[in-house]
Nanobody, 123 residues
Framework: VHLVESGGGLVQPGGSLTLSCAGS????????IAWFRRVPGKEREGVSC????????HYADSVKGRFTISRANAENMVYLQMNSLNPEDTAAYYC?????????????????WGQGTQVTVSS
């Protein structure tokens, strides 16, 4: 099983980025996918997730209204559209997959993790 994140980079405050998570080696339709982020020296934080059952979504309070998660099962892809980025969003972003049909922003339930992609918000 592989999860590969892409789309990170350097962006100015107020800008946008779209992260992608590509899955392989798993029946993607049956996995709920979550995005987490980690700043050095801090705990990994759940950002957003999307369920396999009905594509219901959850967001951390810190990103509500700015980030949008979506999935394209036919392509084995999950996307995280990030708008109105601010320096506090700077982190390594990871996607994770759980066989649970309902997603949760909980690290312990995730079965697989990607290697991460760096997002830096700076002027």
């Amino acid at each position: 099983v592989h999860l590969v994140e892409s789309g990170g980079g350097l962006v100015q405050p107020g800008g946008s980025l779209t992260l992608s998570c590509a899955g392989s080696g798993l029946d993607f339709d049956y996995y709920s996918i979550a995005w987490f982020r980690r700043v050095p020296g801090k705990e990994r934080e759940g950002v957003s997730c999307i369920s396999s059952s009905d594509s219901s979504t959850h967001y951390a309070d810190s990103v509500k209204g700015r980030f949008t998660i979506s999935r394209a099962n036919a392509e084995n892809m999950v996307y995280l559209q990030m708008n109105s980025l601010n320096p506090e969003d700077t982190a390594a972003y990871y996607c994770a997959a759980t066989v649970n049909s309902e997603c949760e922003l909980e690290m312990s339930i995730q079965d697989y993790w990607g290697q991460g992609t760096q997002v830096t918000v700076s002027s």
